[in-house]
């Protein structure tokens, strides 16, 4: 069993829908929780990061973990074309030493 | 400020060759790791230098192998190339190690075995 588990998609929505993208992992040391996200042809980037069971808002982003359940996601709200990528969860035990990636889901926004 | 490089972008071998990607750093990063990128497993951390020495590694065959030179430019090499080995390679780099810094991507290098 994969320590952190993504749905790979390819999730395919309208513009301006709420998008929910989801991970649940089974290391319960894991206690960073970050969302990058990869355009064609790039590396990933840093989307959003946190530490502690909860939302944290950014924009349009808001990324939740809920630790009791191994669960975290990521809304996007007022989805846009510029969104469609790949979307790919991360997570940090407490040593910083290694980051382990989910598989990443494809999502398409349409115009 | 220039972000991460990596060099070759794209690269075809055959089985039992060897290759090295080079990856060249954001200015000031002293950090360095390797993932491989494919469809089946994303993202899997190979290692982790910092100051020219390998701090982490991940659980990949003796095959991978990388160093770090004094400017904090990596190279990463894999000899005997198996046809499994085709993936995207990706470096990142960041300010330190043993923190919870940004790890900042390159564009990748494409390797294609055949």
């Known amino acids: 069993q994969k320590e952190v588990e993504q749905d790979p998609g390819p999730l395919s929505v309208p513009e301006g829908a709420i998008v929910s993208l989801n991970c649940t992992y089974s290391?319960?040391?894991?206690?960073?929780f970050m969302w990058y996200r990869q355009y064609s042809r790039k590396g990933p980037e840093l989307l959003m990061y946190?530490?502690?069971?909860g939302n944290k808002e950014d924009g349009r982003f808001t990324a939740q973990v809920d630790k009791s359940s191994k669960y975290i996601s990521l809304f996007i709200r007022d989805s846009q074309p510029s969104d469609s990528a790949t979307y790919l969860c991360?997570?940090?035990?407490?040593?910083?030493?290694?980051?382990?990636f989910g598989t990443g889901t494809k999502l398409q926004v349409i115009p | 400020k220039a972000g991460v490089t990596q060099t070759p972008r794209y690269l075809i071998k055959t089985r039992g060759q060897q290759v090295t990607l080079s990856c060249s750093p954001i200015?000031?990063?002293?950090?360095v790791s390797w993932y491989q990128q494919t469809p089946g497993q994303g993202l899997q951390f190979l290692f982790e230098?910092?100051?020219?020495?390998?701090?982490n590694k991940g659980n990949f065959p003796g095959r991978f192998s990388g160093r770090q030179f004094s400017n904090s430019r990596s190279e990463m090499n894999v000899s005997t190339l198996e046809l499994g080995d085709s993936a995207l390679y990706l470096c990142?780099?960041?300010?330190?190690?043993?923190?919870?810094?940004?790890?900042?991507f390159g564009p990748g290098t494409r390797l294609t075995v055949l």
């Open positions: 990142a780099s960041s300010l330190a190690t043993g923190t919870l810094n940004e790890q900042f």
């Open positions: 290391n319960s040391a894991f206690q960073y």
């Open positions: 946190t530490y502690s069971s």
């Open positions: 991360a997570m940090i035990s407490g040593g910083y030493q290694k980051v382990t």
């Open positions: 200015s000031g990063h002293r950090s």
């Open positions: 230098y910092f100051s020219e020495t390998q701090r």
